[in-house]
């Protein structure tokens, strides 16, 4: 009867109810968005970490990367590769040749790092052969007389391989794809005109441009405006073995993107074999070893176990080698949880108010309850269960829409095209999925049942101080 | 038998700027069944001996013993427990349940007590049928008269079978005939249930129903009639 009396009086007052209800939903939703539109960025930058970039495990030799020495390397004679296969829990190893370059056209030229892979090996643990550009090349598939490099995205703006451009082909294919004919009337004003990079296109396209307008089209007019030289070529200049400067033509075997500006201006990718003979290093030696695992929470035990056998080497984690993301996702789930404490805390208040104006209206009546015999325990249950109830179906509610937006716009994404740029540069993707997980909702259902608690406290211990005699005497 | 017992109870209400004697020295016993009335004028202390019978305020000094418990040896949680036990109100204002049926507000005090769901709907049916209500059981307060409320409130307050029911001025807010047909019920009631009835009240018809008028003023018993 309590419990019945309890959320029957949550709807003595609709309005009220329904306000209180509101804003807990409102906030409930807010924080529940919010937290998977975080989670989304940090899942894709953990995997773009993971798969695109340091992989789980790195080895190199001691000091190599103080100053990334070429001296500094390992041979199979060190009995690495095989020691390190043999760990459970290891899935695929790679190895790597490093130096230290410059990359140049005619026009331009840009300090770089080149590495020399094995592209069948390296598919085992990188998933860059997926981030290829159409249009740009592949993955060292097709020969040439030249040798291949495989550059990325910004590195290639930067030697102005890549260009933004608006003519008539740009044009036509816009409207094909059902761009309305007023953005591609003003447009039409740069059409001839090219960019030497992105901030430039961008920054005109958007004086042009209304934010809807943008908003919606953005993304589809800086991919059609893009334009890339096929066999484009340019000169990779550094120091062999032996000190002597080398430099080498090489044809852009394709472009990556991987959405991470600083790695696509910085690393540029040969064949092993080709590294080699240019620097004059063994082809079996290597500066770097690439270990991926089966388990991601084994990877500071066999961290651990690797630097066992290889004292003598530089062993790093994931979380060592990129120390801001472990921070990221180590702490996250406090920092969700913090966040949702800040929204419930402040929404508590707004229930706290509530409930003591409901306390303060029924003067009398509970005057009366205790009168008739309902002890301190019964009444403070019911009130405490009235602001459960108004927390819960508030925050019910609230997870509802929250689950229902996130279920939307985890399959398309949500596109932030306008900030692509400053966001890549950070190593973010500009395309968010959301996501959240089934324990972030049970720890949301239990911090508003807190809430409702704690929001009754108050108000109860009001309730219980009235003294019946005097309260049914109340107007 | 007794179901009540007052023993030179006192009530004083010791204020900053006010010293008032509500209660003097106030020696009464109730049996069971009676059906007793308290008059007097306003300020004559009925209201406050009404609460310090029914345990809502405690006596400046004095004994009150409901069925043979002495009322001081309570503690506060005790108190509720035994009100809701042994003594059934009804107030002035009706003071039902707004949330709640009609059915539901006389079903409350035995769900407090934990009455068997079986028990408590046969109970609340008789009772209601009992004032002439078995019809609206369903009704909110809201549509019901002030006639109507204040029977449902009586048949609150008779749910539990308590030892005795303390009845504040009922008919004060109701119409001649609403308030005659609640007295009829509720003499019915006194008599088919054997529950004693105490009134505090200023209201003549409920004064010429009484079997006993107890008459206060200045908070003393000036005069105690047992009516045949």
């Known amino acids: 009867m309590i419990l019945k009396t309890a959320w ?7 309005v009220r109810s329904l306000v209180v209800i509101a804003s807990v939903t409102v906030g409930i939703f807010a924080g529940v968005f919010a937290v998977a539109f975080m989670n989304g960025m940090i899942a894709q930058r953990f995997d773009a970490a993971i798969d695109e970039e340091i992989s789980h495990i790195q080895i190199t030799g001691k000091d190599y990367l103080l100053n990334n020495d070429p001296e500094i390397y390992m041979t199979p004679e060190d009995g690495i590769i095989p020691a390190i296969k043999s760990i459970p829990g290891v899935e695929y190893v790679v190895t790597r040749t490093i130096v230290t370059g410059m990359a140049s056209t005619a026009s331009k030229s840009a300090g770089v790092q080149i590495i020399g892979i094995n592209p069948d090996r390296e598919k085992e643990i990188f998933k860059l052969y997926k981030t290829i550009i159409p249009g740009t090349g592949d993955y060292f598939e097709t020969e040439s007389k030249y040798d291949l490099a495989l550059i990325g995205q910004d590195l290639a703006k930067e030697l102005n391989i890549i260009r933004f451009a608006i003519d008539s082909t740009v044009l036509s294919k816009l409207r094909n794809k059902e761009v309305p004919d007023e953005i591609t009337t003003k447009l039409e004003a740069f059409s001839g005109k090219r960019f030497s990079n992105g901030k430039k296109f961008i920054s005109t396209v958007t004086s042009v441009l209304t934010s809807h307008e943008l908003r919606q089209y953005g993304q589809l007019i800086r991919e059609e405006a893009w334009s890339y030289r096929e066999n ?16 080498s033509v090489f044809r852009i075997a394709g472009i990556y993107d991987i959405k991470n500006a600083i790695f696509e201006q910085s690393q540029v990718f040969l064949r092993n074999e080709v590294l080699s003979r240019l620097t004059g290093i063994d082809e079996s030696s290597f500066h770097k070893v690439i270990i991926r695992i089966n388990d991601l929470g084994e990877s500071e035990n066999i961290t651990n176990e690797i630097r066992k056998k290889f004292p003598g080497l530089d062993v790093k984690n994931w979380k060592e080698l990129q120390p801001d993301l472990a921070m990221m996702t180590d702490y996250v789930h406090q920092i969700y949880g913090f966040f949702m404490v800040i929204i419930l805390a402040a929404l508590a208040f707004g229930i706290i108010n509530t409930m003591l104006m409901a306390v303060l209206e029924r003067t009398k009546e509970l005057g009366m309850l205790t009168a008739i015999g309902m002890n301190k325990k019964k009444v403070f249950s019911m009130i ?3 602001s459960v109830f108004l927390s819960i179906t508030g925050g019910i509610t609230g997870m509802i829409a929250g689950w229902g937006t996130i279920l939307l716009t985890a399959k398309k994404g949500i596109n932030f095209a306008q900030y692509a740029e400053g966001m890549e540069a950070i190593g973010y993707s500009a395309h968010i999925f959301p996501e959240i997980s089934a324990s972030f909702f049970i720890m949301v259902v239990i911090l508003i049942f807190l809430t409702g608690i704690a929001s009754s406290v108050y108000p109860a211990l009001k309730a219980l101080k009235l003294d019946p005699a005097e309260a049914i005497r109340t107007e | 038998m007794k179901v009540l ?4 109870v006192n009530k004083i209400y010791d204020g900053s700027e006010v010293h008032v004697h509500a209660v003097n020295d106030v020696s009464l016993d109730f049996l069971e069944a009676e059906f007793a009335a308290i008059v007097g004028p306003s300020g004559s202390g009925k209201t406050t001996l009404l609460n310090l019978i029914g345990g809502l305020d405690m006596p400046t000094s004095g004994k009150i013993f409901i069925d043979g418990t002495d009322l001081s040896l309570l503690k506060s949680s005790q108190l509720i427990d035994f009100r809701m036990r042994n003594i059934g109100f009804v107030f002035q204002a009706y003071n039902l349940i707004p949330v709640l049926t009609a059915r539901e507000n006389v079903e409350f005090i035995m769900s407090l007590q934990k009455w068997s769901k079986k028990d408590r709907e046969e109970r609340t049916f008789e009772l209601l049928k009992a004032v002439g209500l078995a019809d609206r059981a369903d009704s909110r307060p809201a549509k019901l008269s002030g006639g109507q409320q204040q029977r449902i409130a009586v048949a609150r307050a008779l749910a539990s079978r308590p030892k005795f029911v303390l009845a504040d001025e009922p008919t004060a807010n109701l119409d001649s005939k609403s ?11 006194n008599h088919e249930e054997k529950i004693t009835f105490i ?7 409920v004064v010429k129903m009484a079997h006993r008028v107890i008459t206060l003023e200045d908070g003393s018993v000036v005069s105690d009639d047992i009516r045949e």
Do not use: G
């Not at chain 1, 484009?232 to 430099?247: A, G, H, K, P, Y």
């Not at chain 2, 009134?199 to 018809?205: A, G, I, L, M, N």
């Open chain 1, 8 to 14: 029957k009086n949550v709807w003595r007052n609709r």
């Open chain 2, 5 to 8: 017992e007052l023993n030179n």
């Open chain 2, 199 to 205: 009134f505090s009240t200023h209201d003549p018809r």
């Open chain 1, 384 to 386: 405490m269960l009235e």
């Open chain 2, 179 to 189: 308030a005659t047909t609640l007295l009829e019920i509720m003499e019915e009631l």
């Open chain 1, 232 to 247: 484009s070529r340019m000169i990779l200049t550094f120091l062999d073995r032996e000190n002597n400067q080398v430099s």
